[in-house]
């Protein structure tokens, strides 16, 4: 069968590339003269147009350019790390790059923006003298002309290039003697270094080099590509069945990242993926923009529905979903699927598979997950999800597991053995109606949602070290309702490590509310060594609320105070405001004399906050104040970053 060819079009005027299609290129006969020279006579160069310029196999179409249009040809490329790669052909590509006029770069290191300043200086030094090259793969040894005296010297005089290659991470080594040192590497190695293109499209535009290059993309591990038809996935499968076709042997894919712009067709996304299931070995990742706008998606689920039922069709229907083929060499599979529906298939094994993260999914109704379809798996996720009423799981290797606004979940029933963290977020705010949790390994819980003792049943827990459980509420009669479940929840857990708290400062102005108790509903902390409260205050004081959660564990060692960015409410503090009481929390008489360290982040040196900082320094004579160290590192270290 004839390979295929993945050709860029570009029909833009500013350089940038446009669409792509595949094309059918029949091989092994001679390939087709070109006139990529740009003189318009319709022939290649040397003015025959057939016998050797004909075949492509033994033409360097390349070297005849000017570097001006060579520069245009790589400017294509865009990275200028990809465009520089090039410095290593020979000596004529040494400086090719510098003649580049677009130049895109990234770097990591926020101190020393010393490879732009580099990039910037290397393109005003001129190119040396044009080198003959042996790009063309006829292993010859030499370049297309005599070959050697000429390209002696391969630095530029200034040694910019040398520097700038080195702050790129390439290695350009002294001596290039005009050698083409592509030519002698094989073609494994050859598609490894087209790999770092990752984009499928600037992989496949090498294609035109010679003969030896025409199916080189094919054996390239990396496969990164967007589509932009909905309807029509046909370039991810012509792309994937090029590398079938091509006869080799080496047709494993390490990644498939694919992206559709538009809202994809369930048909269409299970066709493509039945293709890859068989070829792929590595990761899987699939994002569906869908024509729910992106800034609705980002918003919680509750928010969602509301806007999505205002949009009307822009949900894809339930009946609509495409079923997930069998990979079973594949170790991790990321879908963001933007409200299509899935289901997992009835039978088959994803044997390899480790790491399974599921986004924006349309469930329908009940999904199970056990050892016998997913023997391997350790990490399971599921975000801002609906229809999914009953969740199964039996899986023994899984050690990690989050559950993130999955809409209207009401059924848990999970007995997983090797569970280390548990985290759970607002899915089962209504309609609950029985979770039951087996994981004796468990480690790191954090709960931030309903908790009712009859509806939500965890087995003994005796390795747990961390725990989060849902927002405590300093004021509000109304809130009352939630300081009980949070504590019926902590009343599981009498002695841990750390215990993360988050508390939210909601205030009703108003006499007829008063102050009533101070966090109602909250009686008892578990025994711990370390605290770490998240306020998320509004804008109000918070000392008193801090104060009051202090005179329940005062045998802590560490105590850490995040203060949430201020919130742009209006009249948020007024005078008198309720947050300040009890008026007496600055005379607060408790004794801490484990307390060694505290960190606060988002101090803003308030005189609430500066009132704080003297009591504690008050009641805790151990507290080493020679020391501060970042809140962040604080909780890296405790491994309680908030998510």
């Given at each position: 069968m004839a390979p295929a060819v993945l050709v860029p079009i570009d029909d833009s005027s500013d350089g940038e590339a446009g669409s792509a299609t595949v094309v059918d290129v029949p091989s092994p006969a001679p390939a087709p003269a070109m006139d990529i020279d740009g003189d318009d006579d319709g022939r290649d160069r040397g003015g025959e147009g057939d016998g050797a310029a004909a075949s492509g196999g033994s033409v360097d179409r390349l070297s005849d350019l000017s570097n001006d249009i060579l520069a245009k040809i790589l400017g294509h490329l865009r990275d200028i790390r990809n465009v520089a790669t090039t410095a290593v052909l020979s000596r004529r590509w040494l400086d090719l790059w510098t003649h580049v006029d677009i130049i895109v770069l990234q770097y990591d290191e926020p101190p020393d923006s010393r490879i732009v300043q580099e990039g910037g200086s290397a393109t005003d030094v001129a190119a040396p003298s044009p080198a003959p090259m042996d790009i063309d793969g006829d292993d010859d040894g030499r370049d297309r002309g005599e070959g050697d005296g000429a390209a002696a010297s391969v630095l530029?005089?200034?040694?910019?290039?040398?520097?700038?290659?080195?702050?790129?991470?390439?290695?350009?080594?002294?001596?290039?003697?005009?050698?083409?040192?592509?030519?002698?590497?094989?073609?494994?190695?050859?598609?490894?270094?087209?790999?770092?293109?990752?984009?499928?499209?600037n992989v496949a535009t090498t294609a035109v080099l010679s003969r030896r290059w025409l199916d080189l993309w094919t054996l390239v591990d990396i496969i990164v590509l967007q589509y932009d038809e909905p309807p029509n996935s046909r370039i991810v499968q012509e792309v994937l069945a090029a590398r079938a076709r091509n006869g080799s042997t080496a047709t494993d894919i390490r990644l498939l990242e694919v992206t559709s712009l538009n809202s994809a067709t369930p048909d269409a996304t299970a066709s493509w993926l039945r293709v890859a299931a068989p070829r792929l070995t590595g990761e899987l990742f699939f994002r569906n923009r869908s024509?729910?706008?992106?800034?609705?998606?980002?918003?919680?689920?509750?928010?969602?529905?509301?806007?999505?039922?205002?949009?009307?069709?822009?949900?894809?229907?339930?009946?609509?979903?495409?079923?997930?083929?069998?990979?079973?060499?594949?170790?991790?599979?990321?879908?963001?699927?933007?409200?299509?529906?899935?289901?997992?298939?009835?039978?088959?094994?994803?044997?390899?598979?480790?790491?399974?993260?599921?986004?924006?999914?349309?469930?329908?109704?009940?999904?199970?997950?056990?050892?016998?379809?997913?023997?391997?798996?350790?990490?399971?996720?599921?975000?801002?999800?609906?229809?999914?009423?009953?969740?199964?799981?039996?899986?023994?290797?899984?050690?990690?597991?989050?559950?993130?606004?999955?809409?209207?979940?009401?059924?848990?029933?999970?007995?997983?053995?090797?569970?280390?963290?548990?985290?759970?977020?607002?899915?089962?705010?209504?309609?609950?109606?029985?979770?039951?949790?087996?994981?004796?390994?468990l480690e790191d819980l954090r709960w931030?949602?309903?908790?009712?003792?009859?509806?939500?049943?965890?087995?003994?827990?005796?390795?747990?070290?961390?725990?989060?459980p849902p927002a405590v509420y300093p004021y509000g009669l109304q809130n009352v309702f939630f300081n009980r479940s949070c504590q019926m929840l902590l009343n599981l857990c009498p002695s841990i490590?750390?215990?993360?708290?988050?508390?939210?400062?909601?205030?009703?102005?108003?006499?007829?509310?008063?102050?009533?108790?101070?966090?109602?509903?909250?009686?008892?902390?578990?025994?711990?060594?370390?605290?770490?409260?998240n306020l998320l205050t509004r804008g109000h004081a918070y000392g008193a609320s801090v104060l009051h959660i202090l005179t329940m564990c005062t045998c802590i060692a560490v105590l850490?105070?995040?203060?949430?960015?201020?919130?742009?409410v209006e009249n948020a503090c007024p005078v008198n405001c309720l947050c300040d009481r009890p008026r007496n929390w600055r005379d607060k008489d408790i004794s801490m004399r484990s307390l060694t360290e505290i960190v606060i982040l988002n101090f803003r040196g308030k005189q609430h906050e500066l009132d704080l900082v003297r009591v504690l320094v008050q009641v805790a004579p151990a507290l080493d104040l020679s020391c501060y160290v970042p809140m962040y590192e604080v909780l890296q270290a405790l491994g309680l970053l908030w998510k």
């Open positions: 530029a005089a200034d040694g910019s290039s040398a520097a700038l290659s080195l702050a790129l991470g390439l290695h350009v080594h002294g001596d290039g003697g005009g050698a083409d040192r592509l030519s002698d590497l094989h073609e494994d190695i050859l598609a490894k270094i087209l790999g770092h293109l990752r984009d499928i499209r024509s729910v706008p992106s800034e609705i998606l980002n918003e919680e689920m509750d928010v969602v529905e509301q806007l999505v039922d205002e949009l009307g069709d822009l949900v894809v229907d339930e009946s609509g979903a495409f079923e997930l083929p069998c990979f079973m060499r594949v170790t991790k599979i990321t879908l963001h699927l933007g409200f299509l529906g899935l289901s997992l298939p009835p039978s088959g094994v994803f044997a390899k598979l480790r790491e399974l993260h599921l986004v924006h999914v349309q469930f329908n109704g009940e999904l199970t997950m056990d050892d016998a379809m997913l023997p391997s798996l350790e990490w399971l996720e599921i975000r801002h999800s609906s229809g999914l009423a009953s969740l199964t799981l039996r899986l023994a290797p899984l050690t990690q597991m989050t559950l993130y606004n999955v809409r209207r979940l009401r059924r848990l029933n999970a007995v997983l053995p090797g569970l280390e963290v548990l985290s759970v977020t607002e899915c089962f705010l209504e309609d609950l109606e029985g979770v039951s949790i087996v994981a004796e390994e931030l949602d309903m908790y009712q003792p009859g509806l939500v049943y965890f087995k003994r827990m005796p390795r747990l070290q961390m725990l989060l490590d750390g215990l993360l708290l988050i508390v939210e400062i909601e205030l009703e102005q108003g006499a007829k509310h008063g102050v009533r108790p101070l966090m109602e509903g909250i009686t008892q902390l578990p025994h711990i060594k370390i605290l770490c409260l850490g105070l995040r203060i949430e960015e201020d919130f742009q």
